[in-house]
């Protein structure tokens, strides 16, 4: 018997919303994840609970008639194997500072271009 899937088995019949589902359910999906029915027997001992040999063996009167043996899910198409081409932007370095001389030509500038316009301006209004 393989350990790993026993226990992952008992976790599976341990949890409280699968203790309410039918046992015939349980049997099959733990036939679906690979377990052998002697395995299955096993868990269900673990667990406490009983009446494996009747669910495994018979099917219930709920479920409905099948034709013959369940078809497997058709697999997952694979991804398509484009390369895709992720841009990434850095932050943009931070401006150097300002040296002193420059800010005093600027602020000369400034100074220059206010007096000019205000002349201007009050020749125009006179």
């Known amino acids: 018997l393989r350990e790993d899937l026993l226990k992952s088995a ?4 341990s949890s409280p919303n699968v203790r309410s589902a039918e046992t015939a359910k ?21 667990v406490g609970e009983s009446g494996v040999n009747a669910a495994a063996q018979t099917p219930t009167s709920t479920s409905a008639p099948t034709a013959g ?13 484009t390369a895709y081409t992720q841009v990434v932007y850095y932050p943009l370095p931070p401006a150097p500072p300002m040296p002193f001389q420059r800010i005093v030509g600027l ?14 301006v009050l020749n125009i209004i006179k």
Do not use: M
Request: net charge positive; hydrophobic share 50%; proline share 12%.
């Open 10 to 13: 008992v976790s599976f019949l």
């Open 26 to 46: 349980k049997v099959a999906f733990l036939r679906q994840k690979g377990l052998t029915q002697a395995e299955i027997e096993e868990a269900f001992k673990r």
């Open 69 to 81: 043996p369940v078809a497997p899910r058709p697999a997952v198409p694979p991804r398509p194997t």
């Open 107 to 120: 602020a000369l500038l400034v100074g220059v271009s206010t007096v000019g316009l205000t002349a201007a």
